[in-house]
């Protein structure tokens, strides 16, 4: 097993101008922005020595470091949040003097992420070191789910790696069988800090660019993506519908009042 002590820092790319929803990270959700509900639950994880904010928007930037937390500013031009976050690395090793181990990315959309699935995805890193990048993986439930363009799709092979990601839901039920493994990318993806470094320059392939799925451009060189299992019920927010979703969803939730008054 690896050091538990390694340097481990999640960066939560945000950016306002989302084709699908504009101004998507500060909308609100139960009166905090969407992007506070997802720096405060990660904060939460015992794995990380720090969390971040890589954003291109001084509104957000302002928001964040309103609240102590620690935001940095990325270029408006990186069309995948791996880009951004890859660039937030630099940023933030050149600010601190000290070298990251682990980046973990985590969506700013996924405003019901808890810290258990932030280290169920990081433990993998530490106890392989030849393991470069974990996904985390969770059971779509309903048919209506399956066939939503905004959840990326994964199916994997018999050693729980990435096969394929897309929008198109995969694998097929159109050949008679119906009971097909359905599963979802969920957005917690930590990268050993040089691999992300490296997948960086990579040039985007037409796949990615295809499924508009970051991933894709690692399977694409030949590369293995360890998909780890949630249980933790989440509910990414791509539209105002799924606001409204996820609103209702958290009417209970057990983190928020640890966090709903700073």
């Given at each position: 097993?690896?050091n ?9 790319p945000a ?21 506070g509900?997802c ?28 609240k102590?937390?620690?935001?940095i ?17 630099l ?45 985390l993986v ?11 363009p ?14 394929y ?5 995969i ?11 359905m599963?979802?990318q ?9 691999f ?11 796949l ?6 970051d ?7 030949g590369?293995k ?5 949630t249980?933790?019920?989440?509910k990414?927010?791509?539209t105002p ?15 928020m009042?640890?966090?709903a008054?700073?």
């Amino acid at each position: 097993m690896f050091n538990s002590q390694m340097h481990i820092v999640a960066i939560i790319p945000a950016r306002m101008a989302s084709s699908r929803f504009p101004d998507k990270p500060m909308k609100l959700i139960h009166d905090i922005p969407m992007v506070g509900h997802c720096y405060f639950r990660s904060k939460m994880s015992q794995m990380l020595t720090e969390v971040y904010v890589a954003c291109c928007d001084q509104v957000v930037y302002d928001y964040i470091t309103s609240k102590g937390g620690k935001a940095i500013m990325t270029a408006d031009t990186h069309e995948r949040a791996s880009d951004r976050a890859a660039e937030a690395l630099l940023k933030i090793e050149q600010e601190t003097g000290r070298k990251v181990d682990i980046v973990v990315m985590i969506q700013g959309d996924e405003p019901m992420t808890v810290p258990s699935m932030i280290d169920e995805a990081v433990q993998p890193l530490l106890d392989d070191e030849n393991c470069q990048i974990t996904n985390l993986v969770a059971d779509i439930e309903t048919i209506a789910e399956f066939e939503d363009p905004n959840e990326v799709k994964v199916v994997l092979d018999l050693h729980s790696n990435a096969v394929y990601f897309s929008r198109e839901p995969i694998p097929s039920r159109k050949k008679g069988v119906l009971d097909v493994p359905m599963k979802k990318q969920v957005c917690v993806i930590p990268f050993r800090r040089d691999f992300l470094l490296e997948y960086n320059a990579m040039p985007q392939t037409p796949l990615e660019i295809i499924e508009s799925v970051d991933m894709m451009r690692i399977i694409e060189n030949g590369g293995k993506i360890k998909m780890i299992p949630t249980s933790v019920k989440t509910k990414a927010v791509d539209t105002p519908d799924d606001l409204k979703v996820v609103e209702a969803l958290m009417q209970h939730d057990a983190l928020m009042p640890l966090y709903a008054k700073r």
